[in-house]
């Protein structure tokens, strides 16, 4: 059975290394699939979730949440070097909970006193907030 290797790093160092037989990712220009001995591709990506369904189970899928990045596709190598990067395992959904209420509160701050910079700044950190809150809860 053909298969890819999946590699997440971030600034902290590698996050996630498995093989996989199908990843689907969000890049700017909307969703991807991925199977084995895809066409080699680099893309940035969105804020939003990875999901990997591994070789060793058709029903075991691991999901990741990815916060910006760049995915690259080479020779049934997939590397995803993402901003951070945080296994649906990992993610603490009440610190998440909080980070959200948090962005909603400086987004609302900001916006009342139209200071542009910090409303795309909340508005960054919430859509982070959700994305985790969303992986986590799979």
Do not use: C
């Amino acid at each position: 059975m053909a298969q890819m290797t999946v590699q997440v790093v971030t600034p902290d160092g590698l996050k996630y290394d498995h093989h996989a037989n199908f990843i689907h990712a969000v890049t700017k220009d909307g969703q991807i699939g991925i199977l084995p001995d895809h066409i080699n591709l680099i893309a940035p990506l969105e804020v939003d979730e990875l999901k990997v369904r591994r070789v060793d189970d058709d029903s075991h899928v691991d999901w990741i949440a990815i916060n910006g990045g760049i995915i690259e596709i080479k020779d049934n190598l997939v590397t995803i070097v993402a901003d951070s990067a945080e296994r649906e395992r990992d993610i603490d959904i009440s610190r998440a909970e909080r980070a959200k209420l948090r962005a909603e509160r400086d987004l609302e701050e900001a916006a009342k006193e139209d200071r542009i910079d910090e409303v795309q700044r909340a508005q960054v950190a919430l859509r982070r907030a959700l994305n985790r809150i969303n992986v986590g809860t799979k």
